[in-house]
């Protein structure tokens, strides 16, 4: 299997796909920026670009280097042919004299999305940092991250402790939810400050992130997306129009991310 760190950890993936098991292998990579060598990361950099690219569009590169190599965690997911398909990373950012984890831009081979690569891959990385935690006694994570999907969103409520915005809060009626408390107005704000976005306007009812594709308009998603659940589609259909994003907050405790394998 190709490794970009000789002190990445390797981990195996297991999927059904055409009612078969498939064997997929992640490459686990703790501070890329110091644990992948200089003369890898141009190389890592323009692999995972091409998968990036594939899924969302393609990124500035500054945005894409930020994103894949100051991270705590990286995860490289390959197939049996040693084909890189898939990129989960995840920030610690210290804000207020505490720590906060955000995973940033996860992205999965179009050809291999349906799988829940995301989900699983999210699910490791999460468990790695409630690992390192258990060390200092601390039993619940504080994640807060930027996304525009309504189904990420919709998980992980199910298994958060705290989350803001919870789509399962919205007004049936109405299509809105409560405004965000003080705590998490203040802890989104901090974040967005320490991680440098830039953005035209936050609005406090939902979270929402106005203007961050202004500078790659070519990167705002307009498929209308098939969701099954009625309360994340009304959350979807008023918060999350075209180039519209959603910045959550969570409280995650080691029993929830075990229970549903998040």
């Not at 390959?78 to 990373?89: E, F, H, Q, T």
């Not at 990385?125 to 525009?148: A, D, S």
């Not at 298994?159 to 109405?174: Q, R």
């Given at each position: 299997?190709?490794?970009?760190?000789?002190?990445?950890?390797?981990?195996?993936?297991?999927?059904?796909?055409?009612?078969?098991?498939?064997?997929?292998?992640?490459?686990?990579?703790?501070?890329?920026?110091?644990?992948?060598?200089?003369?890898?990361?141009?190389?890592?950099?323009?692999?995972?670009?091409?998968?990036?690219?594939?899924?969302?569009?393609?990124?500035?590169?500054?945005?894409?280097?930020?994103?894949?190599?100051?991270?705590?965690?990286?995860?490289?997911?390959?197939?049996?042919?040693?084909?890189?398909?898939?990129?989960?990373?995840?920030?610690?950012?210290?804000?207020?004299?505490?720590?906060?984890?955000?995973?940033?831009?996860?992205a999965v081979d179009p050809d291999y999305q349906g799988l829940g690569?995301?989900?699983?891959?999210?699910?490791?990385?999460?468990?790695?940092?409630?690992?390192?935690?258990?060390?200092?006694?601390?039993?619940?994570?504080?994640?807060?991250?930027?996304?525009?999907?309504?189904?990420?969103?919709?998980?992980?409520?199910?298994?958060?402790?705290?989350?803001?915005?919870?789509?399962?809060?919205?007004?049936?009626?109405?299509?809105?939810?409560?405004?965000?408390?003080?705590?998490?107005?203040?802890?989104?704000?901090?974040?967005?400050?320490?991680?440098?976005?830039?953005?035209?306007?936050?609005?406090?009812?939902?979270?929402?992130?106005?203007?961050?594709?202004?500078?790659?308009?070519?990167?705002?998603?307009?498929?209308?997306?098939?969701?099954?659940?009625?309360?994340?589609?009304?959350?979807?259909?008023?918060?999350?129009?075209?180039?519209?994003?959603?910045?959550?907050?969570?409280?995650?405790?080691?029993?929830?991310?075990?229970?549903?394998?998040?």
């Amino acid at each position: 299997m190709k490794r970009y760190s000789k002190f990445s950890n390797v981990k195996e993936l297991r999927v059904v796909r055409s009612a078969e098991s498939v064997h997929f292998y992640a490459e686990i990579i703790k501070d890329s920026l110091n644990n992948i060598p200089k003369k890898n990361q141009s190389e890592a950099l323009e692999e995972i670009s091409k998968v990036v690219e594939k899924a969302w569009g393609k990124f500035p590169k500054k945005y894409l280097e930020n994103s894949i190599l100051h991270t705590r965690y990286l995860m490289l997911l390959r197939n049996n042919k040693d084909d890189l398909i898939g990129v989960a990373p995840i920030k610690k950012i210290h804000i207020d004299g505490r720590y906060v984890y955000s995973f940033g831009l996860t992205a999965v081979d179009p050809d291999y999305q349906g799988l829940g690569f995301m989900k699983k891959m999210h699910a490791t990385l999460g468990l790695k940092i409630f690992m390192e935690n258990l060390l200092h006694f601390k039993t619940k994570i504080e994640f807060v991250f930027i996304t525009p999907n309504i189904r990420t969103i919709g998980a992980l409520a199910k298994v958060a402790d705290f989350i803001y915005p919870n789509p399962y809060k919205v007004d049936e009626k109405t299509g809105k939810i409560d405004y965000a408390d003080d705590r998490t107005w203040e802890t989104i704000n901090l974040y967005l400050k320490a991680t440098g976005e830039t953005y035209r306007k936050l609005d406090r009812c939902g979270d929402v992130m106005i203007g961050f594709y202004d500078d790659k308009p070519n990167l705002i998603f307009r498929e209308t997306e098939n969701i099954p659940d009625k309360k994340l589609r009304i959350f979807a259909k008023h918060y999350l129009k075209p180039g519209n994003e959603v910045v959550v907050r969570s409280i995650v405790s080691l029993g929830g991310l075990i229970r549903d394998e998040y």
